[in-house]
């Protein structure tokens, strides 16, 4: 049994989550006829927006908790919600942008003191110590090495508190 219809989209549902949803359409289906166990409904929400098509479906799982259709398309429609809010906030750029770690080159090695410099893109200089090379041995740094840190400041300036080739 499968039931399609279309909506547009009420003003109740775009006021809460999104004021430009063009239009909605809804299928609810009961592939299986279980008497004794109980029918098992599958919802998709579709979602026209300028732009893109928003898509969110509830599956049949093993726990039978879409046994009830009012609980699968409530979890439809949350779904749904959720997903209208965490694209709105992509487009408004309100999602953190994680910063990728400092990185630069080895420009100074010196082995037997046990430390070296890093230059970076902008020409910072960054000391390291043989200590903060974690994930590879200090003694096969080599000049020109490219490397990706992590920052403090030191007694001398900054410094490279771990390094990674």
């Not at 893109?121 to 960054?126: K, N, S």
């Not at 992590?150 to 508190?161: C, L």
Request: one cysteine or more.
């Amino acid at each position: 049994m499968l039931s399609t219809q279309s909506y547009a989209a009420g003003p109740k549902i775009s006021k809460k989550y999104c004021d430009t949803i063009i239009g909605c359409r809804v299928a609810v289906e009961a592939p299986h006829h279980h008497h004794r166990a109980g029918n098992q409904f599958r919802v998709r929400v579709e979602l026209t927006v300028p732009g893109e098509k928003v898509v969110a479906n509830r599956e049949p799982d093993t726990h039978h908790a879409y046994t009830d259709v009012y609980v699968a398309i409530r979890d439809a429609f949350d779904t749904m919600g959720r997903q209208l809010q965490d694209g709105i906030q992509r487009r408004r750029w309100k999602v953190k942008a994680h910063e990728a770690p400092p990185h630069g080159r080895v420009i100074e090695f010196n082995p037997e003191e046990n430390y070296g410099r890093i230059e970076t893109p902008e020409g910072r200089l960054v000391y390291f110590h043989r200590n903060s090379v974690v994930e590879a041995d200090f003694d096969t740094l080599k000049v020109g090495t490219e490397v990706r840190f992590d920052q403090e400041m030191g007694e001398r300036g900054p410094q490279a508190s771990t390094l990674r080739v």
